[in-house]
Each structure stands twice: as C-alpha cells, then as structure tokens.
C-alpha cells in the first residue's frame, strides 16, 4: 500500500483554512494534523511539498454531457478526453446524466453506465424522465437501487420528445421522487413561451437572434410552474443552469412562500454576454438557455456573494470549433460550449476580485456542496480521515491567461479566450493516485468508478 504525505499546505474546506499535513494511505486520508513526522511513516512514503500551495478536496462538476450523441454527431470531449481535461482542472468527479430512451429507465441507466467505462476520473449520474408511464415508480425505485438520486425533467423540447407537458404527470414524478427520496433537477424554459415567439418570428436567426427566440421570461415561467409543483408537494427543486435576473426573481418569489429551491448556475451566465453571438465566432458560443446580459451577469453575480446559489457547474457539452461553425442558423447550430477545465480559476478569480468570497466559499460551490446535495459526501467533496483521497493541490497566487493553447477539450477552443485568471492546479489525486501533476497527464482510461448516490 503506497504512502503520500503533502506537507506544509495550506489545507481548505468550508470551514476554515488551516496549514495542515495530510497523509495518504492507498486510496484513503490516512491521518491529518498540524505536523506529522516523517520519521514515522514508511521510508518509501512519497513526500509532496505543498509550500504556498492550497489543499482542496476534489473538484465536482455537478452538470456535464461528455461525449453526448445528439443531432446526428457526437460531442468533441469523448469519456477520456473528458477525463483528461477534467484532471487539469482539480475535477475528480462529474456527475453526467442517462437518457430516457425507449427502452426502461434502468436500461438507459445501465447503458449510460457502460458507455462511461473509459473514463479516468469518478462519475454519478443524473437520470432524464422525458415521459410518464403507469409503472414510473417502479422504474424511478429500480434506478435509485442502481446508485441514482436525481432526475433530470425538462419544461422544453416537446418537439423531441423530452417534455412531459401534462402537468397531472409531472406532478405525479414529482411525487413519487419524493416518496423515494430522489431529488428533482429540472431545465426550466417555458415551451408554450419558446415555441410562440418562434411561430410569429418575422427576423433572422442568426446567433445573436437566439437570446431573442427563448429569452429570461421563459426562464422565469417555468421555474414558476415547477416551483409550484413542488410547493404542493412539500418538497425541494433543484434549478439548472440559472441564466437571468428574471430567473432569479421567480426563485426568491418561490422562497418567500415557503419553497426550498436550490439553484446552479454556470460561468458562461455569470462572465459572458449575448454579445458574444456576435460576429463569426457567434456560433462558437450558442448554448440553452442562451447568453444574456450584463444585467443579468450582475445579478447573478450578486446572488452568488448572497449565498442565493448553491452549486457552480459547467453544462460542459463541447463541440469542435468546425461543428459549431457549421451553420450560422441559431436553430441547427449545436448547442453547448466547453467549460469543466475552466471552473476553479473562474470562480477563483471572481472569489479575488470581487473580494466578496472566499476560497472556503468557492469550494462549497463547485465541491462540498454539490457532493452534499447529490448524495456523493463525504467520500467525495470532503477531506476527512477515512475519505477517498481526492485532492487538487491548487496555486492561488498563479496568474495566467485562458486559450486554446493552455486548456485540453478537444473542441479546439475555450468560450474564455484571453480571460486572465489567477490560481492554477497543479495537482491532481484521484483516490490517492497522481492523475496529473506538472502540466502532465497520468490519468488511466478504465480507472474511474461509478459513485452510488446515498440519501
């Protein structure tokens, strides 16, 4: 059984910051204190000089769809190259998601899982409900067995089959995931909304006309309509992707009468705007919901410093740059954009320029709070004795500039082109083994493990 010992770092969790050693034993923590002597361990014990650096339990990204089949193409970043530069961003779990396919739930699951093998890095998987059928509990209580704890719902896309517009229905999964303790994520868009400004559109559709065709007040209609359901239930909702001030105000409105939201949001919605569609680029950046404005980066922003939200994902979904160039037609132009690599940097340097959060905070935001809400703590999102040892060594002074040339997605390009940003990773274990370290790559396919969600 191999031994690690990272000395003298910085170590952080929600709590508190403290200079701590922490020893790892295999997979494990092993033991942290203020000192630990290397007299006492094994002489083969690897000593990680983590002077000036911050220790961090494992990054999550709670939202991703690698290699995501969609339109009649593949997404760029397959289960290993998802992994690969998951590793170069202190990102030891993501948590993916299983479609509804027409077949039973635990199939889809099953398949999903399956699919997942190659990769490098842990995964849990979110499972998308796209239709109501007579024997859904049975099928959500298989699932959950099979490590599940969240749904994934749409109030969108009735035009590909992933709404389930009878709201009796909806409510009806709403109901049996709470009997079975499963939590419920839900992409909200109002359809009836989308699909009415897009039947009477007398405009173009170019990139920057998509913030137009499904813009916040579809966003703040759906959260509306879900949160409603969700009161009635006596039950908590878990908000994807928060885009817009609208979206926010229909949140806190839900707050104010008695409904326990939980909401994520993403660094596209927080740091770029709708200008971006601009342009011959523009295409490079059309992702759902679209891209908005200033206003709302702000507000969002706000909330964030507020502690209004609760978890900092990415939706990572990337295509190369050819696919997304593809088509200038807001319609056919693959949806999604890069994003799991750039997560701790951003937020990071955010957390110091704003000098509203702290690194303690960020780290609820993208690692102890997600593994909480999804039922993955505290093997994951933690750094207790007896966990696994999932650790990014992190340099938060480290100033450097986002490009296609310094990130690792196969797309061929990063949404945060030329963003400065301060901190870097510069290590990364997975359970107690290296995966990357000094701009390396040491991930192996096949070494990451399905997490079983726990209520």
Not at 110 to 121: F, L, N, Q
Not at 207 to 231: F, N, Q, T
Request: charged share 25%.
């Amino acid at each position: 059984m191999s031994n690690i010992l990272i000395k003298n770092g910085l170590v952080v969790d929600t709590e508190w910051m403290r200079h701590y050693d922490i020893l790892i034993s295999g997979s494990k923590i092993a033991r942290m204190a203020p000192s630990i002597d290397v007299s006492s361990l094994p002489q083969d014990t690897m000593i990680v000089h983590a002077d000036g650096l911050c220790v961090l339990p494992g990054i999550i990204d709670a939202h991703t769809h690698y290699h995501l089949v969609s339109r009649g193409t593949v997404t760029a970043d397959s289960f290993a190259e998802g992994s690969r530069l998951a590793a170069f961003g202190g990102v030891t779990t993501v948590v993916d998601f299983a479609d509804d396919n027409k077949v039973s739930l635990l199939e889809s699951l099953h398949s999903r899982r399956r699919e997942m093998m190659p990769m490098a890095i842990d995964y849990a998987l979110h499972q998308g409900v796209y239709k109501y059928r007579d024997d859904i509990k049975k099928e959500l209580e298989s699932i959950k067995r099979a490590g599940v704890g969240t749904l994934k719902l749409f109030t969108t896309y009735k035009d590909v089959g992933y709404l389930v517009d009878n709201r009796d229905e909806l409510k009806a999964i709403f109901s049996d995931a709470k009997d079975l303790g499963l939590m419920v994520t839900v992409h909200c868009e109002d359809d009836a909304i989308v699909t009415g400004i897009s039947s009477s559109w007398n405009g173009s559709y170019r990139p920057i006309d998509h913030a137009a065709l499904r813009p916040a007040e579809a966003e703040a209609k759906a959260i509306e309509y879900v949160g409603g359901i969700a009161g009635e239930l006596d039950m908590p909702l878990y908000v994807v992707h928060l885009s817009s001030r609208k979206g926010l105000e229909s949140v806190r409105k839900l707050r104010m009468e008695g409904v326990r939201v939980i909401v994520e949001t993403t660094p596209h919605y927080l740091f770029l705007t709708k200008e971006k569609l601009e342009g011959s680029d523009g295409p490079l950046y059309v992702m759902t919901p679209p891209l908005r404005s200033v206003d709302d980066n702000e507000a969002l922003q706000e909330a964030l410093v507020n502690g209004e939200i609760q978890v900092v994902a990415t939706d990572h979904c990337s295509f190369t740059r050819e696919q997304k160039l593809e088509s200038n037609d807001c319609r056919t132009i693959y949806p999604g954009i890069p994003g799991t690599e750039e997560l701790l940097p951003l937020l990071n340097t955010f957390a110091v320029t704003s000098g509203k959060l702290s690194l303690s905070q960020v780290v609820n935001l993208v690692s102890t709070g997600p593994a909480k809400l999804f039922g993955l703590y505290p093997e994951k999102g933690s750094l207790e004795v007896g966990t696994d040892a999932d650790i990014t060594l992190f340099d938060p002074e480290c100033s450097w500039t986002l490009s296609k040339d310094t990130t690792h997605s196969a797309s061929g390009y990063t949404a945060y082109e030329g963003f400065s940003v301060t901190g870097r990773v510069v290590m990364t274990y997975l359970r107690g083994r290296l995966i990357m370290g000094d701009n390396i790559y040491l991930g192996l396919s096949g070494d990451g493990k399905f997490i079983r969600a726990k209520r």
